[in-house]
Each structure stands twice: as structure tokens, then as C-alpha cells.
């Protein structure tokens, strides 16, 4: 095959691999298996004649002609990028596919009912998930809508604060130890990695020298082990709350919350279906204001009651 006729996809991929640096973190912005990266690139190489990556112990470097290669590629990707979302802008259907991205404690806790409601408001409306804990690209179309805790950091992203969400500590309805005290402390602990750093930090000031017994870089994750008692965690009360294998211990220090926003590119938000969407959720979840700031009726359960 000429290599004037290389499917655009394959520049895609190659872009993807000099992103992640790696086969494996390429399979996952593209979706597609480790094998699938490895044959495509091996491919890819083999019809231009020249090699894009030095393959390195400690992941995929590129070469001079694999720098000139992404100069190139990434500049087109972003026209092709631009283009879509002019053209995707003026559609006014109330039809057609939405794909929204959010992290796992988000998309498996708190969107169901909504998404479940919304389709049947918007029959024509198709609606697809994307569970991620990395930020997709909205610039590239990744995804359409995200739903992201914290305030938005790019500037060609619109959208809406649709919602604050508290945190309590909590910890297993039967907790094994004789009460909790004062001294939370002094119990086990579950903590965060680095993308729930803002959860780290406060209680790094609140309750210093605290050394969790087990960390997770899941909000998900971090319920269900402290739901089997695997020590206390710092989890969102609109989630835990409702939980009958959870407690609440503690309230956090000061008027600590994070901001749920709802965002999409700004070439997009006058299209009919991006609109309706977003115009739903954003009543849905307003209309849930209790229960993400902690004032619901489940949140003043006593620990062992």
C-alpha cells in the first residue's frame, strides 16, 4: 500500500503513542487492545519505511523522524478536530449521539437515574458513558460532555457549576472497635493517590501524621472498603449517605467542598442535543442540592447505630 493512502486512523494511533509513551497507555485513550497498538504501529512503520519510536525500557521515545512526524500530524488532527466541532455545532436535531465522560464514582453512583430519565424525555437521543479517570480531550472530540469535580482549567471549555459536593468521614455500619472517639487518628485509615489530591491535602492539615493503611486511587474503590471495614475514609455524603453499610463519623473541617461542573467545548454548546442535555442534568442534579452538600436525611446516622 502507498503509504499516500495510510488510513488517517493510523496517524491517530501514532499520535496516541507519542501521548502516552507507551502501547498500553495508547490501547487505552484509543480504546483498543495492546496487540491491536503493536500491529498497527508495526504496520504503520513498515509502509512509510521508517522508524517512529525508539523502544526503551522506560516506554516509547520518538525519533527525529517520529518529532517531525508529530509536528505535522497534530497540527492536522487539530483542524480536522476544529472542523468537526464547527460543523457538529450547528446541529440543531434533537437526535443523534451524546458521549459523556465521567470518573467511575460518578458514572456508577450518581448518573444512572438521570441518564435513565433522560432517555425517556429524549428517545432520539442516543447516549454514550465513558468511564474514565483521565481527563479526555473535549478539544479532540473525545468526548462530548464531561462531568469533572473541580473548577475547569481550559479556556476553550463553557459550561455550568451544576452542583457542590461535601465529604464526611465515614466508616463500615459495624465497625469492629468499641466506638470511634475523638481521636480519629488512631483508627485505620483508607487515603488517595495523587488525582484526589485536594482529599489529601485536607486531611494531611486536618489530621497531621496521618499514614493510611490502604490507598486506592478510587473514590469507588475506597467505598466498598470502607464498607467491609477496612478502616475510615473521607467519602462524597451524597454517595455514602444513602449507603446502609455506611456510617458518618465526622464532618469535614471548615465548609470543604468540590465544585461539580458540567462542561463541553465552546463550538458545541449551541447544539440541540448538547443543550438538552446539559440543561437536564444540570435541573436534575440542582434538584439534589441536599444530598451533594450533606444535608440530606440519612446524614446525621450515628456510627453503630
Known sequence: ?????????????????AQAGSLSGAARLLGVTHSTVF????????????????????GYVLTAAGEAMQHATARIDDEIAAVRRRVTGQDQRLSGQVRITATDM????????????FRVAWP?????????????????????????????????????????LAFAVYCAAAYHREGIGEDLA???????????????????????????QFRTNSIT??????????????????IADPDSGLRRVAPFPGDFRLDLWLLTHEDLRHTARIRAFVD??????????????????????PAGA
Open 106 to 117: 460518578l458514572a456508577i453512583s450518581l448518573l444512572p437515574p438521570h441518564l435513565a430519565a
Open 186 to 212: 488512631s483508627h485505620d485509615w483508607i487515603g488517595f493517590g495523587s488525582a484526589h489530591a485536594p482529599l489529601r491535602q485536607v486531611l494531611a492539615e486536618w489530621l497531621p501524621g496521618l499514614r493510611p
Open 124 to 164: 432520539g437521543i442516543e447516549l454514550e458513558l465513558l468511564v474514565s479517570d483521565t481527563r479526555l480531550d473535549l478539544t479532540r472530540r473525545e468526548a462530548d460532555i464531561a462531568l469533572r469535580l473541580g473548577n475547569p482549567v481550559q479556556e476553550t471549555l463553557v459550561g455550568r457549576r451544576i452542583g457542590r
Open 280 to 301: 437536564f442534568m444540570a435541573e436534575a442534579l440542582a434538584a439534589q442540592a441536599d444530598l451533594l452538600e450533606g444535608r440530606g436525611p440519612l446524614a446525621e446516622k
Open 39 to 58: 500491529r498497527r504501529l508495526t504496520g504503520f512503520e513498515k509502509t512509510l519505511g521508517v522508524r517512529l519510536f525508539e523502544r526503551l525500557p522506560s
Open 1 to 17: 500500500m502507498d503509504a499516500q493512502d495510510q488510513n488517517w486512523d493510523d496517524y491517530r494511533l501514532f499520535l496516541a503513542v
Open 221 to 238: 474503590a475506597a467505598i466498598a472498603a470502607a464498607r467491609v471495614g477496612i478502616g475510615l475514609a473521607a467519602l462524597p455524603c451524597a
